[in-house]
């Protein structure tokens, strides 16, 4: 059965709210896991894994500095340098909360490479929701995909004309600033192009709209993004409801 995008929207957004609410590192890896299946069983891993490792890389290691040298409630001190030390309970907190984020990152990931943003689009719009809003929300869950393939691309075109990334992270490094500087000249051209399309197509006219494209729905999953909805609020009460008994 083909997800509807909203269908497929209101899973992500469930899982990464079930995922921070739930605050568990059985459910982040579990989540982990089940994105990584259906990214391989898509099709996107290629795609998906390398995105990951750009947004999750520089995360994770913010917090294993830190909070894995300057966790308050450690006890257990594994080693120490001056004010800083490594402890155990520091460094189950901060493995817990990247598992966590890359929970969230994946499921949103998954999304992002798998979903046809006409659909999307359009599904949005039969919903009332403005046009501007709707593209801004797809082009920000379709953004990262967008740059993976145009630095690829940039790095094709460069290495045709002769440059050689060697290994290393210092040589992988200064290749990537040679290859920033026409990413972000190719998007700041990109976003102008945009904005005259959606000018000529009339996004910021206002009364109703129409769409020649149509995205089919079903009465089944129309039920199911209310009960994913529906499972998302109940996962943050229950988060909330000790704390506030508590207080």
Do not use: K
Request: overall charge positive; charged content about 15%.
């Amino acid at each position: 059965m083909r997800f509807h995008p909203l269908t497929a929207l209101a899973f992500a957004g469930s899982t990464a709210v079930v995922t921070t609410a739930a605050a568990s590192l059985p459910v982040s890896l579990a989540v982990v896991a089940g994105a990584l299946g259906l990214s391989a069983a898509g099709g996107t891993a290629r795609r998906v894994l390398p995105a990951a490792a750009v947004v999750l890389a520089p995360l994770g290691l913010s917090l294993l500095i830190v909070h894995g040298l300057t966790f308050p409630e450690g006890m257990t001190v594994l080693a120490q340098w001056g004010p800083a030390r490594v402890t155990a309970e520091g460094l189950v907190f901060a493995l817990e909360r990247a598992a966590q984020l890359s929970a969230v990152v994946l499921a949103f990931l998954v999304f992002s490479f798998s979903v046809s943003v006409p659909d999307l689009v359009a599904a949005l719009s039969s919903r009332g929701i403005q046009g501007r809003f709707s593209f801004v929300l797809a082009s920000t869950l379709t953004l990262l995909p967008a740059i993976t393939g145009r630095v690829e691309r940039i790095r094709q075109a460069q290495e045709s004309r002769g440059l050689v990334v060697r290994r290393g992270l210092l040589h992988r490094a200064a290749a990537f600033r040679l290859q920033a500087i026409p990413l972000v000249l190719s998007l700041v051209e990109d976003s102008g192009t945009r904005a005259a399309a959606l000018e000529a197509r009339g996004f910021s006219s206002a009364g109703p709209r129409t769409s020649y494209r149509q995205v089919p729905d079903s009465g089944f999953q129309r039920l199911l993004r209310l009960l994913l909805a529906v499972g998302a609020a109940a996962a943050v009460a229950a988060r909330l409801w000790p704390a506030g008994t508590g207080a």
